[in-house]
């Protein structure tokens, strides 16, 4: 079977700047940042953790019985599929056109933790409250593929379903292996992308433990995630999730779907060199593994959304990994974060920057790296510092997701 095209027709997105695709670029561009002071009371007492928490109500999304049975990674998940597949035209299965075969369409979905939420209150209850039996859907809920398998019932798609569960690159490699089910035949359409709650007592617990989250910064909490900067302190932790409907390229044109830009390379690579300590030949083998997937020259990217989580180290590595990828074309290429207004979403995150990246080539407008007031002297690209930049002539981006472990992620995306 011939290499068939790729075609990006809805995305949605919940997170810490806003609901709605519409809304969450709108405060990127502005710079408006979701990250705040979030009150957590735990065992040993409160205290104050710095979040890019999601103003989300439950109730207005979905029925009190059908709550029992989800996550609110699940929740996060739905909210955004229902956006993606509306804008794809494809909300309504039963008007979904006969070209769409509901098992020709699948779901594939990132998480790192997945229904962190659901174990948290499973082990209070038992640990805390001295619970004899716990909830009876406490496996379902907290189980990693529940976030696919409430996509696969809500919307109908009973195709090719998967999970992948790499830290922070997992809904990247899940847009990934999407992809390439489309384009070697094993389906006609995918919902990609992922979710992930982590804000619970656990997982904050745990990422203090490894000292790699961020202080409070003296300008305020939502200036506290930097990156690139040379007072940065670490990531902020955050929730969230995004979506994305993919189609076979001539099916999507043929229902006339709004292709809203072609997906055209991934990559995926492990460092296989430590848990925690990125390596920039691991990352830029990834980028450049990716150029050659969509078969462009490094020099074709317009704009490139770098992982970018303000950690010490992190930072000045993928630098490294982009000027041994990009070589000389490395000086020229734009470059931000969306980390600094958004916190890291972990296992979303890939998801919802190649969103960032997408919606940058649809607009012709490149988001700014929040709060990099003054640059690491290390990291010496053009990181787009503070304000949003026109970019008339954009036809292509790319998007980094590396990950602890060591696993690397990257997708290419061009104008339609």
């Known amino acids: 079977m011939p290499i068939r095209r790729v075609a990006i027709t809805g995305f949605g997105v919940v997170s810490a700047v806003g609901t709605g695709a519409a809304a969450f670029f709108d405060s990127l561009l502005a710079v408006r940042s979701g990250i705040r002071l ?3 009371v735990f065992p040993a007492g409160p205290e104050s953790v710095l979040a890019g928490a999601v103003d989300f109500e439950p109730d207005a999304h979905f029925a009190r019985a059908r709550l029992l049975t989800m996550d609110r990674v699940s929740q996060l998940a739905l909210v955004a599929g229902r956006e993606a597949m509306v804008q794809a035209g494809l909300g309504d299965a039963a008007a979904r056109p006969h070209s769409l075969a509901a098992e020709r369409f699948g779901v594939c979905v990132g998480t790192g933790n997945g229904g962190a939420g659901s ?3 499973a082990y209070t209850a ?3 409250q001295k619970a004899a039996r716990l909830r009876p859907m406490t496996v379902v809920l907290a189980m990693n593929n529940a976030i696919a398998a409430h996509a696969s019932m809500e919307f109908g798609l009973k195709g090719p379903s998967s999970t992948i569960s790499n830290a922070c690159a997992s809904s990247a490699n899940a ?3 999407a992809f390439r089910q489309i384009r070697h035949g094993y389906a006609d359409a995918m919902l990609a992308g992922g979710a992930d709650a982590p804000l619970s007592r656990g997982t904050i617990k745990a990422w203090q433990a490894m000292h790699t989250l961020a202080r409070l910064h003296a300008a305020g909490a939502e200036r506290s995630c930097r990156p690139f900067s040379i007072d940065r302190s670490g990531l902020v932790l955050g929730e969230g ?3 994305l409907v993919l189609e076979e390229w001539e099916s999507a044109r043929a229902r006339g779907a709004d292709i809203l830009a072609e997906l055209v390379g991934y990559a995926s690579t ?3 060199h430590h848990l925690t ?6 990352q830029a083998r990834a980028m450049q593994l990716a150029l050659a997937d969509a078969r462009l020259d490094a020099s074709d990217i317009g704009y490139l959304n770098a992982h970018g989580t303000a950690t010490e180290v992190g930072d000045v590595v993928e630098t490294q990994a982009i000027k041994l990828a990009f070589q000389s074309a490395a000086a020229g290429l734009p470059i931000s974060s969306s980390k600094g207004v958004l916190g890291h979403t972990m296992g979303a995150a890939g998801a919802m920057e190649f969103i960032v990246s997408v919606m940058a080539l649809r607009n012709r407008q490149l988001p700014p790296t929040a709060f990099l007031e003054r640059p690491d002297p290390r990291c010496d690209l ?3 510092p503070l304000t949003a930049r026109d970019c008339p002539g954009l036809r292509t981006v790319m998007s980094n997701s590396f990950a602890f472990g060591g696993s690397n992620a990257v997708l290419i995306a061009k104008a339609a």
């Open 38 to 40: 979030t009150d957590v």
């Open 270 to 272: 492990t460092d296989a």
């Open 126 to 128: 038992l640990l805390e």
């Open 175 to 177: 847009i990934g292996e």
């Open 382 to 384: 053009d990181y787009i």
């Open 277 to 282: 300590q990125p390596e920039p030949h691991g």
């Open 119 to 121: 174990t948290d209150l």
């Open 241 to 243: 999730a995004a979506m």
